[in-house]
């Protein structure tokens, strides 16, 4: 079981170790972790079993920490972050290189929010790292706005839920992005839409007809720049010799150059954390191609595989 506190002391020290702690929010209680620790952020994922990377918002103390993090940031969103923040909204933005894409899943855009809890801000403006924080319960159960609700989801996967009693709002924050015209809202939630017709921009919902799509299944069009083929890596390699190749493993070592060898040590945590940076690099490496074997169909193996599977998919539109 978690320890159930209000030391904010302690819970900036397990964070700064890489461990993760439930933290509460005027929404709902997230699952945090050191953003800047892709182990930790992996551990996350791990802990939710989601079945694959979804991307994570970025929680940070202050308004103008969003430079560190954003690009290009349009006018109408600094003005809502000045209006919201701290508030139940985030903000979908462009990301800078220092984001991990293991938080965006590989997408380009990062999602920044500043929450309303008075222990969770004291605990950001305490740490020199933003949190990840999806909410803190298992994949595909209700969000917990108490702390006895994470307790029973995950609490004997973690150290320590940070006390702040019930949440206020209840709901997940909204999530707003800008298109260049209009603002479009990515996901209904804890500020309600009325209240930003205000400022200026029409508003839309994503995922209606000829809409926007929804953030969630737009991570399925992150087309990698080169094809992914997935299988048997001795037979991929047979198969595609004399072409200029980059090879992605668990374990073992297959190839002298353009590979990434995720974990030597045979850990899943530590594949996770190295698996889209690696991505990044081989598709920049002048490879062709990129061959990869098929990671264990067991814990966060299980997301791998899918993150790979899809990448693959993609692969058959090159005709490779
Ligand atoms: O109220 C909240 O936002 C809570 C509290 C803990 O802050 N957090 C939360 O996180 O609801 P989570 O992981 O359960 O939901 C985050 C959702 C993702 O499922 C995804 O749809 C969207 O936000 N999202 C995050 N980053 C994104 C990105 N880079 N691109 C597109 N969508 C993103
Ligand atoms: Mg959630």
């Given at each position: 079981m978690a320890l159930v506190s209000r030391d904010i002391e302690a819970a900036a020290r397990l964070l700064r170790a890489g461990e993760c702690v439930a933290i509460p929010t005027e929404t709902v209680y997230g699952l945090a972790a050191?953003?800047?620790m892709p182990e930790a952020v992996a551990r996350v994922y791990e802990i939710k079993e989601r079945p694959r990377f979804n991307p994570l918002i970025l929680h940070i103390a202050?308004?103008?920490?969003?430079e560190t993090h954003a690009a290009n940031i349009p006018d109408v969103i600094r003005e809502m972050a000045a209006a919201f923040w701290p508030g139940p909204i985030s903000f979908l933005l462009n990301r800078k290189d220092?984001?991990?894409p293991l938080i965006t899943a590989g997408s380009n855009q990062v999602v920044l929010r500043m929450p309303d809890q008075p222990l969770t801000l004291e605990l950001l403006s305490m740490l020199d790292f933003p949190l990840v924080a999806p909410s803190a319960n298992r994949y595909m159960s209700v969000s917990p706005s108490k702390p006895e609700h994470v307790q029973e989801q995950i609490g004997e996967r973690i150290p320590l839920i940070l006390d702040?009693?019930?949440?206020?709002?209840?709901l997940e924050s909204t999530i707003v992005g800008f298109d260049g015209e209009r603002l479009v809202v990515y996901r209904k939630g804890g500020l309600a839409m009325e209240e930003l017709a205000g400022f200026g921009p029409e508003v839309v919902l994503a995922g209606n007809k000829g809409g926007p799509v929804t953030p969630g299944s737009a991570?399925?069009?992150?087309?990698?720049?080169i094809p992914l083929l997935l299988g048997n890596l001795p037979e991929l390699m047979e198969q595609h010799a004399g072409r200029k190749i980059a090879v992605l493993s668990f374990r073992h070592s297959h190839h002298p150059e353009r590979e990434k060898v995720l974990s030597a040590e045979g850990k899943l945590t530590t594949a996770a954390a190295g698996l889209f940076s690696a991505l990044y690099e081989l598709q920049h490496s002048g490879a062709e191609l990129i061959l990869s074997e098929r990671f264990p169909d067991e814990g966060l193996g299980r997301a791998i595989n899918d993150r790979l599977e899809r990448a693959s998919e993609q692969a058959e539109h090159f005709g490779g």
């Open positions: 050191n953003a800047n202050a308004i103008d920490r969003m220092s984001v991990d702040g009693g019930a949440c206020r709002v209840g991570s399925r069009h992150y087309a990698p720049r």
